[in-house]
């Protein structure tokens, strides 16, 4: 059109379009923030609780802490500053995993994944508050108030086992070889592991290279190691059946075709106790677990217990041991969506959780001298606490 003939009705119509698009992108250019600015916490279980704490403003991410004072402290305590970097660069909860620190990493994701969806209003803000239990010697502290409403399962079985590391799949696979219906529950997502070095005493191993120790100068060197501080018909215990767990683990490894060494370690002459050669090992270097990769020992017993009729259901967190008339029936646990569900044990309750070496409260109460000496500690947090 040319400018001269431009009529006013012309230019006003041009004018009120031109307009009404500079509107639009006047809008398109503002938009709504991503998230409410403000500081959420959420808490996810690691080996301990792993609290992270995220900084909003309206768009992005703006400051990450971590709180995971209760992890491993070589392990997910040294991945701290890799794993809030991470955060930060990402702008997300998907970050890659710190290698060695899978599970503190699995955490951080959950935890921060729950600040970040509180920022942008899809759930409630979490309240973290810190309960730190009175130097009153009642270590266990007041017991969890559970509403039988907000049970959502009762699942009932013969033998209940908590925990699933080396002490647990081994009574697991006792209760299924006796034909018993046994579930073993762990708040990790699968089994933490069989111990790759068990001492025994007169396992078919050291018969047949010929080592022989004596059961009661064991016991004896054991009681002065332990400063006196100890169960010696505990200690007997062991004496006495090991050898053939020992054996029994033997057949089963080598149903997968690995083998079992007794490696009696090096006697050294300047060591201030006796030396006892008691120690096996598994050969995993040319094992094959069917994906290519070798096998390690909570695979192999995950399998035989599956096979014998044992259930597994992991990422489920014991909350309290139920008692009626003095004999513990079962527990109460969370299950992987952090709802409440009841185990019922109708012939027993196997407590396998570990890491009352790292409950210092726990030890004051009740075994105190033991912090006396406690020079380094690299015990982890036991599966239920």
């Known amino acids: 059109m040319d400018k001269k003939n431009l009529s006013r009705r012309a230019f006003l119509r041009t004018s009120i379009a031109s307009g009404a698009s500079l509107a639009a992108v006047g809008l398109h250019a503002a938009p709504v923030g991503i998230y409410k600015p403000g500081t959420y916490s959420a808490k996810a279980s690691g080996i301990g609780d792993v609290v992270v704490t995220m900084t909003f403003d309206s768009n992005k991410i703006t400051d990450v802490v971590l709180d995971v004072s209760h992890e491993t402290p070589n392990i997910g305590q040294a991945a701290a500053k890799q794993l809030r970097q991470s955060l930060l660069k990402a702008q997300s909860a998907d970050i890659d995993a710190v290698s060695g620190a899978s599970i503190t990493s699995q955490a951080v994701h959950k935890a921060a994944a729950k600040c970040i969806a509180q920022a942008k209003g899809e759930i409630p803000v979490e309240v973290i508050t810190k309960t730190e239990a009175a130097d009153d010697g009642d270590w266990l502290g007041k017991p969890p108030e559970i509403a039988e409403k907000d049970i959502v399962d009762t699942i009932k079985t013969e033998i209940l086992v908590i925990g699933c590391g080396t002490g647990g799949?081994?009574?697991?696979?006792?209760?299924?070889?006796?034909?018993?219906?046994?579930?073993?529950?762990?708040?990790?997502?699968?089994?933490?592991?069989?111990?790759?070095?068990?001492?025994?005493?007169?396992?078919?191993?050291?018969?047949?290279?010929?080592?022989?120790?004596?059961?009661?100068?064991?016991?004896?060197?054991?009681?002065?190691?332990?400063?006196?501080?100890?169960?010696?018909?505990?200690?007997?215990?062991?004496?006495?059946?090991?050898?053939?767990?020992?054996?029994?683990?033997?057949?089963?490894?080598?149903?997968?075709?690995?083998?079992?060494?007794?490696?009696?370690?090096?006697?050294?002459?300047?060591?201030?106790?006796?030396?006892?050669?008691?120690?096996?090992?598994?050969?995993?270097?040319?094992?094959?677990?069917?994906?290519?990769?070798?096998?390690?020992?909570?695979?192999?017993?995950?399998?035989?217990?599956?096979?014998?009729?044992?259930?597994?259901?992991?990422?489920?967190?014991?909350?309290?041991?139920?008692?009626?008339?003095?004999?513990?029936?079962?527990?109460?646990?969370?299950?992987?969506?952090?709802?409440?569900?009841?185990?019922?044990?109708?012939?027993?309750?196997?407590?396998?959780?570990?890491?009352?070496?790292?409950?210092?409260?726990?030890?004051?109460?009740?075994?105190?001298?033991?912090?006396?000496?406690?020079?380094?500690?690299?015990?982890?947090?036991?599966?239920?606490?």
Request: proline share 2%; charged share 25%; aromatic share 10%.
């Open 169 to 385: 799949m081994f009574a697991v696979a006792a209760a299924a070889e006796e034909g018993a219906k046994v579930i073993g529950i762990d708040r990790f997502p699968t089994g933490t592991g069989i111990r790759d070095d068990l001492a025994a005493m007169n396992s078919r191993y050291q018969k047949k290279q010929g080592t022989k120790i004596d059961k009661f100068e064991f016991i004896r060197a054991v009681t002065i190691y332990a400063a006196g501080h100890l169960q010696q018909d505990l200690v007997k215990v062991w004496c006495d059946n090991s050898g053939a767990t020992i054996d029994w683990y033997g057949d089963r490894l080598a149903e997968r075709g690995v083998e079992l060494w007794h490696e009696s370690g090096d006697k050294v002459d300047s060591a201030y106790h006796h030396h006892f050669p008691t120690g096996h090992s598994p050969r995993w270097r040319t094992s094959d677990d069917g994906t290519g990769k070798p096998l390690n020992g909570n695979k192999v017993l995950y399998d035989y217990c599956v096979k014998k009729g044992a259930r597994f259901d992991y990422n489920t967190k014991m909350v309290e041991l139920e008692r009626k008339n003095g004999r513990v029936t079962g527990c109460i646990a969370t299950n992987k969506d952090g709802k409440y569900v009841r185990y019922v044990a109708s012939k027993g309750t196997v407590v396998a959780t570990g890491g009352y070496s790292l409950n210092y409260k726990m030890l004051e109460a009740l075994q105190p001298w033991t912090l006396r000496v406690i020079g380094r500690n690299r015990s982890v947090q036991g599966r239920s606490w």
